[in-house]
Each structure stands twice: as C-alpha cells, then as structure tokens.
C-alpha cells in the first residue's frame, strides 16, 4: 500500500528525495492551467487556450 500524501511530504523532508512527479508545484500549475481552460471553454462553447509557456506557440 501506498504512502499518504502526508506520509509522501515527511518522507521527502526526511531524505531529501524528490516529491512524488504530481505533487511537484510544475505539474500543478500545469494541470490547473488545463482545467482553467477547459472551464472557460464550457462557458464559451468554444475552443480555449491554454495561457502558459508550454502551450503556447510563436
């Protein structure tokens, strides 16, 4: 069985191992960059961008 989130964070403390990939703060912001268009773009009914550096081109 795995850690809890918790348990994840005091392990990391701990030892200095990194944190488990999504409980990293730029898969985070990353994530929420996605779920905030996806909100906006079931307003809208339209396609939204994502407002990032990763996504955006040009």
């Given amino acids: 069985m795995g ?3 918790a348990e994840e964070f ?3 403390l701990e030892t200095g191992e ?3 990939p999504t ?4 898969h985070n912001l990353e994530t929420m960059a ?3 268009a996806g909100i906006r773009s ?5 396609i939204e961008l994502v407002d990032n ?3 955006r081109i040009g």
């Fill in 53 to 55: 550096a990763v996504w």
């Fill in 42 to 46: 079931a307003v809208s009914g339209g």
């Fill in 10 to 12: 005091v392990h990391h």
């Fill in 34 to 36: 996605i779920l905030d």
């Fill in 18 to 20: 990194p944190l488990h």
């Fill in 3 to 5: 850690m809890t989130l």
């Fill in 23 to 26: 409980l990293q703060l730029e």
